[in-house]
């Protein structure tokens, strides 16, 4: 029945119709055990990168070794916004190996998503500290709390409602861009879509099902992002 549906459709034949639907699970399987577990650990990672940075952005400069790891994080930031991901994560995997380093494919990919996950969201972090008042730094350094308990304590539940939206947005476009490691070779979800538009020299119905199993799943990410962001605004003061 599904595949007389797809048959009727303009573009589509009887062989297209079968592509389509023997695709599906294998392009549905590699999203869900390599594309996402990918993202989240890349994400993860980035969070990790992200928050230093912005807290060695946002901190009062103090001392000669501050100053130099503030610069270093600068250039970082230049570099990894200033370069598409897709060469980074070449250099990364293609790269290294010149030098001596050879990584494998999905731990080169999910340091490259890393690295670019944390200059970008870096800025959205510090945004988000520095949109809390001043005033609320003073107070905890008034009740005796240090600069990391003032942080822990009282910035960063603030800070963390308003990074919310930009973040899943982040997330959402990271999990979009693993397509990108199957430069590296990852097999994530459209280099199975590749490996079978290859196998059948017919690309345009793969290529545009592997379109909606993205939309699919991040019409999912969609719907968990608003009702995340719903259940923060409960706690914003009106």
């Known amino acids: 029945m599904l595949n007389n549906f797809l048959a009727s459709l303009p573009f589509m034949t009887d ?129 005796g709390m240090t600069y990391m308990q003032t942080f822990r304590r009282i910035i960063a539940p603030q800070a963390f409602r308003v990074a919310v939206p930009p973040l899943s947005n982040s997330f959402i476009g990271l999990f979009k861009d693993t397509s990108l490691a199957s430069v590296v070779t990852v097999t994530e979800m459209f280099r199975v879509a590749q490996q079978i538009a290859n196998s059948s020299y017919d690309f345009l119905p793969v290529y545009i099902e592997a379109g909606l199993v993205y939309w699919c799943f991040c019409f999912v990410l969609f719907i968990i992002q608003a009702r995340v962001e719903k259940r923060l605004d409960r706690y914003v003061a009106r």
């Open 15 to 143: 062989v297209r119709a079968e592509l389509v639907i023997n695709g599906f699970l294998p392009m549905v399987k590699a999203a869900v055990l390599v594309s996402i577990p990918l993202a989240v650990v890349s994400f993860i990672f980035g969070m990790i990168i992200a928050i230093g940075v912005a807290l060695l952005r946002v901190t009062p400069v103090n001392g000669w070794l501050h100053r130099v790891l503030l610069a270093i994080a600068k250039v970082y930031i230049s570099i990894i916004r200033g370069t598409p991901m897709l060469v980074q994560i070449s250099v990364v995997f293609y790269g290294l190996p010149a030098l001596g380093i050879f990584i494998d494919p999905i731990p080169a990919a999910i340091i490259g998503f890393s690295l670019n996950v944390g200059a970008y969201a870096s800025e959205t972090v510090r945004a988000a500290i520095q949109s809390v008042p001043k005033g609320q730094w003073e107070a905890g350094y008034t009740i």
